[in-house]
């Protein structure tokens, strides 16, 4: 073979191969980079502005939904979820804080009763004064509200907002059959929050549906029923 | 009339113009995977199982997987025996030429270590690709970067696809390509379930690939019930993928048992054979008994996700200790299916590489079959915290402990054969001295975890990941690295850069160490594995540890670099033998003959006959076979 | 220079000789993890620190070896001799495998004896006891060990009492001084409960009551963590709030914990709490 041929050759060679593997490695970090990246969005918390029932005023404010399913949500409805029939934290579950301040979270709670596999989650730990209000309705279907250390019974729990690194534990109690159509039980309480950090938070209800022991599938995905404090 | 011959020599057989009604070949085989991927999975989701759509996943890819391996031609023999119509050269598996060979059914054993070999490399590179954003999500304790669960997505993937990588890099593309060499044979015994086995690990990969894009599962590589029944959709491709790897495991072996009881030319007696021979041997014993125990309880995992079977949920009477006693049977053997092959590596080339016979021959081959025979008897050290019947410690504690006898063996024979040798470092040698001192901490450290008392300590902690890691990637890849090096002339007719090789050992030898050593350290400080976020104490020993990580995923790249840049830019042709050895597949021109030997050759002697003033030829090959 | 092979063996010897006394003697001034919080960690140390006695001498052989025969056994420059055919030495192969046989039994012998062992171990025989310990009045009678069950949950542990009518806790508190046996048991997946400065490890699994053994030796606080990967949140199943407290301390903890817990029902103490495997309307 001539060398002028040889060179011409291995360029045309070097020049497919550097296009080849670079449009590989375009495709991999962007399928990578698609799935390390995308993410739920955060919810910052915002100034209170009034006292929420027994709550203090000048806190940080967090207004969160549970639902039973995500296309059946009121208050924050999210029409592209790639999962409409989980059970979810609305709008996100990426939650962010202010440090060293009290915050205080309103849940509207519109899902029905799985129960606690541990009926040690029904009492309320970790909260301001020990006690969280609640709007709900009993069992003729007429609306109720008090404040409460505990829920009645651990079988009608439908969810709880757990913050097991600050001690925070609050079982939210499942909405009446009685009660009409799209309501939903309020819940409000406050807890303390201390240096910044990045603080982990979940649901000990095993309300994944259709999955071992209930704590499948929206369990174990951010956005549903597990998520982040950020404490800033 | 054409004849065709079957794989590499065997006999000619009668053909005739007919062909299949389709042709044959990669494209057909994939555009046949996709669609039978399509039809299993709304078959499966039309049974109607409260089941999260399980079904339809684990049918797909296996109507996929089955198709995809008819649409290369696998059917084409059976189908042609059965039917009685004559065989084509498509039915034969070698109607192929050129690249395009090597991309389809060749039941030619050197091409099928070819496409082995570029199939492990590449399934390597996404392994580590997943490696590199495990160490990136563990370089701050808190999880923002990397969300926990995508991280054990990640942590899952990575090591999933490196189980696949190790179980058949070594036997794959050295065994298949160089045992019918060393035993003199142009062919192996069963050549259709070798290239069987090969055809089965793309789509394994490509399954295991796939897995993300349903969501991914959570439990690594031991794949423990019932966590792995609360996963979703990609925990099938675990099921699958894993099957998919045993059966070629299992295939290869009874393939690779054949050949070397079988084929052995004549003067080729066992205790002549090449110590290599014997690692694949011991390893292929393993992976056809062990291989199945997986591919049973991997069915029922996938029973229990699609039909609502218990065999391992306690509270329909099943039991998790199940799933961990069957993993681990199979598991256990799985590691030293790893390491035999390895073992097998570093025995064969120190001799060659320091000019003096293998010392203490049958002691080394006795040391193998030890580790084979003991390596079923200690799966319960994975258990031991687990809550077993307590008066099965002690047992495994002793047996665990007594499979160190048989691995000791390995470091007296290379030991007597370094004695007073005359030693060229090249490198592969300088692979294989560092194989040695990795596999001697990843020795040491399985010790420690093999006491109960300081494995309650040590357990599910990164002690126990350094550990394996160890043994693993300083023991198996730099044993693959040194073969890679000392056979890619005879394979690919290239040499590697040997400048290159000798920057690439020190960097990974180096990097690899700095990298995985601290590890131990975090182990015994608390820190558990496959978590995504760990004490801040920790923070700057896990820095360093990424850091180290970087370098030495970036020693690897060098590494394609040198084997892309050899294998397809480099135009000069590697002599028949550069390293000067004695070693059969040596003494044959580079590069090789379509056919191994024109005449079956008689061998005379060892291969490692180094140092005797008279010394016989090893091998009689006859008259020279006529140039290609 | 052609030397003896006596002359390799000698300095070999020597050399290996000073740098494996030189490390044990490091190796015996490590204190190593867990530590002396209980009776099993202090055992766990001490096995640690042994095997890294033991395997000190073994890596400085092996190292000092490869390092030796890769500069002095080299191939002259542009060489391609021959090393001498030796192929064995039956006494050298024989002295070998007896030698690492013997201290593999020896490290097993050791781990056996230290596994049966009254302070240590799951129940290795059926009259096993932990040590008896001395002082305080919790868990200090071979007849009543404190019985304390570990209840794995994804993701967080809880605690039950069994000797105080079964109250729950969310942090483990134990007395000082007392044989504890805990009694370990997941509702849902696996879990491993880990409490590293105590030196217990045991997975939790579901359905199943998995027993270990406690002596606690001295007051402060340790670390529960989960030691088998049980789904998202398995790194964050960790407590830094565990603590060994005084006798008297932990009588007072308990009662308070009876009494402010007073307001929620839990279910009756059991081995293990079988839970329905699936959830909602399935």
């Known amino acids: 073979m001539v060398a002028g041929e040889s060179n011409r050759g291995t360029a045309t060679r070097v020049v497919v191969l550097v296009l080849t593997v670079g449009i590989l490695f375009a495709l991999v970090t962007f399928f990578i980079g698609d799935f390390v990246v995308r993410g739920p969005g955060s919810l910052t918390a915002s100034p209170a502005t009034v006292a929420q029932g027994n709550q203090p005023a000048q806190s940080a404010f967090i207004h969160l939904e549970t639902v039973a399913s995500v296309d059946s949500a009121i208050t924050f409805p999210r029409p592209d979820d790639p999962n409409p029939s989980w059970v979810s934290y609305l709008p996100t579950t990426i939650l962010k804080v202010p440090a060293n301040s009290v915050v205080t979270v309103q849940i509207d709670q519109e899902d029905g009763a799985s129960g606690l596999r541990n009926p040690f989650w029904a009492k309320a730990r970790g909260i301001v004064d020990g006690k969280f209000h609640m709007t709900y309705f009993d069992d003729q279907g007429n609306p109720q509200e008090g404040d409460f250390s505990a829920i009645a019974d651990p079988a009608t729990a439908a969810h709880t907002f757990a913050i097991p690194d600050l001690g925070v534990f609050v079982p939210l109690e499942a909405i009446s059959d009685a009660a009409p159509a799209g309501s939903m039980n309020v819940i409000t309480f406050s807890f303390k929050t201390g240096k910044a950090g990045v603080y982990h938070w979940q649901c000990f209800v095993p309300c994944g549906a259709g999955t071992i022991y209930g704590n499948g599938g929206p369990m174990q995905t951010l956005g549903y029923m597990a998520g982040f404090l950020i404490v800033q | 009339m054409a004849t065709a011959s079957l794989g590499n020599g065997g006999p000619a057989l009668q053909t005739s113009e007919r062909q299949m009604v389709l042709p044959t070949n990669l494209l057909t085989a994939i555009i046949l995977a996709a669609v039978a991927f399509w039809a299993g999975v709304q078959l499966g989701n039309s049974f109607g199982f409260n089941d999260g759509l399980n079904t339809g996943v684990l049918l797909g890819y296996t109507f996929g997987t089955i198709m995809f391996l008819v649409g290369l031609g696998f059917a084409n023999y059976p189908l042609a025996r059965l039917f009685g119509w004559p065989i084509s050269p498509q039915s034969a598996g070698d109607e192929h030429r050129g690249v395009w060979r090597y991309l389809n059914l060749s039941l030619d054993h050197k091409v099928i270590g070819v496409q082995y070999l570029v199939a492990m490399l590449t399934a390597m590179l996404f392994g580590g690709i997943g490696a590199m954003l495990i160490r990136t999500s563990l370089l701050s304790p808190d999880q923002t970067l990397v969300p926990p669960d995508k991280y054990l997505v990640l942590v899952s993937m990575h090591s999933v696809m490196m189980i696949f990588v190790a179980s058949a890099a070594i036997v794959g593309p050295f065994g298949n390509f160089f045992v019918p060499y060393m035993i003199g044979t142009n062919r192996m015994a069963f050549p259709r379930l070798e290239a069987l086995s090969f055809w089965l690990v793309p789509p394994a990969i490509v399954i295991l690939l796939a897995s993300p894009l349903f969501g991914g599962f959570p439990t690594g590589w031991t794949g423990y019930a019932p966590l792995s029944e609360q996963a979703g959709q990609g925990f099938d491709s675990y099921i699958v993928g894993f099957t998919l790897i045993g059966l070629a495991l299992c295939v290869s072996g009874v393939n690779m048992l054949t050949t070397v009881i079988s084929l052995r030319a004549p003067g080729m007696t066992w205790t002549r054979l090449p110590i290599f021979v014997w690692g694949v041997f011991s390893a292929s014993i393993l992976g056809t008994f062990a291989a199945p125990i997986l591919a049973s309880a991997l069915i029922m995992q996938g029973l229990d996700r699609s039909m609502n079977t218990s065999f391992f949920i306690s509270s329909n009477g099943g039991s998790p200790y199940l799933w961990e006693n069957l993993f681990w049977f199979f598991g256990h053997p799985e590691v030293y299916i790893f390491i035999l092959p390895a073992f097998g590596i570093v025995m064969e080339l120190i001799p060659h590489f320091a000019r003096k016979p293998l010392w203490g021959y049958r002691t080394a081959v006795v040391g193998l079959l030890g580790v084979t025979l003991l390596s079923w008897f200690v799966w319960q050290h994975h258990l031991f915290v687990s809550g077993i019947a307590p008066a099965l410690r002690p047992f495994y504690m002793l047996s665990t402990e007594m499979i160190s006898i048989p691995t000791g063996i390995v470091f007296l024979v290379a030991f007597g054969t370094l004695w007073r040798a005359k030693i060229s470092m090249t490198v592969p040698m300088l692979f294989c001295l560092g194989f040695l001192f990795n596999f001697l901490i990843g020795g040491l450290s399985g010790v420690y975890l093999s006491d109960v008392p300081s494995d309650v300590t040590l357990h599910g902690s990164y002690f126990s990941m350094a550990h394996f890691h160890f043994t693993i990637v300083g023991g198996e890849i730099f044993a693959i690295i040194a073969a890679i090096y000392y056979w890619f002339p005879k394979m690919t007719g290239r040499m590697l850069n040997m400048t290159l090789g000798k920057i690439h050992f020190w960097w990974m030898m180096i990097a690899f160490n700095l990298a995985f050593m601290p590890l131990f350290a975090a182990g015994i400080l608390d820190m558990p594995r496959r978590v995504s976020t760990y004490a801040p104490s920790l923070q700057s020993l896990n820095d360093w540890v990424s850091f180290w990580a970087y370098l030495l995923f970036a020693s690897m790249l060098l590494f394609a670099v040198n084997v892309i840049w050899s294998w397809f830019f480099n135009p000069k042709v590697a002599p028949a033998d550069p390293w000067h050895v004695r070693s059969i597949e040596w003494q044959l021109p580079t590069p090789l003959p379509r056919r191994n030997f024109e005449r079956i050759p008689t061998f005379t002697s060892g291969p490692y006959d180094y140092g005797n003033p008279n010394p016989r030829p090893a091998v009689d090959l006859g008259p020279e076979p006529a140039p290609a | ?282």
């Open chain 3, 1 to 282: 220079m052609i030397r003896p092979n006596r002359t390799h063996a000698i300095r070999l010897l020597i050399a290996w000789a000073v740098l494996s006394v030189i490390g044990v003697v490091i190796a015996l001034q490590l204190r190593l993890p867990p530590g002396d919080q209980s009776q099993q960690a202090v055992d766990e140390s001490w096995l640690l620190q042994l095997m890294t006695v033991i395997s000190t001498p073994v890596f400085v052989g092996v190292v000092l070896f490869v390092l030796y025969s890769a500069f002095v056994f080299r191939q002259r420059r542009g060489a391609l001799d021959d090393g001498p055919p030796s192929h064995g030495n039956f006494r050298v192969q024989v002295a070998w495998v007896a030698i690492t046989s013997v201290i593999v039994f020896i490290m097993a012998g050791i781990g056996i004896s230290e596994l049966a062992s009254t302070s240590n171990g799951t129940d290795f025989a059926s009259s096993n006891q932990p040590t008896l310990a001395t002082s305080g009045s919790v868990g200090t009678t071979e007849a009543h060990a404190l019985q304390v069950q570990v209840i794995a949950q994804q993701w967080y542990f809880t605690y039950r009492y069994a000797d105080y009518s079964g109250v729950e806790s969310l942090h483990l508190v134990l007395p000082v001084n007392a044989n504890v046996v805990f009694h370990i048991t997941s509702t849902d997946v696996l879990h491993g409960f880990w409490a590293y400065q105590l030196g217990v490890k045991a997975d939790a699994n579901p359905g199943v009551d998995n027993i270990t053994y406690l002596t606690t030796m001295r007051t402060g606080s340790f670390t529960v963590r989960c030691a088998e990967l049980c789904g998202i949140w398995h790194g964050n199943m960790s407590d830094t709030d565990g603590s060994v407290v005084s006798q008297a301390d932990f009588a007072t903890w308990v009662a308070n914990l009876q009494q402010t817990d007073s307001d929620v029902t839990l279910p009756p103490y059991a081995p293990f709490y079988f839970p329905s495997p699936r959830a909602k309307g399935t």
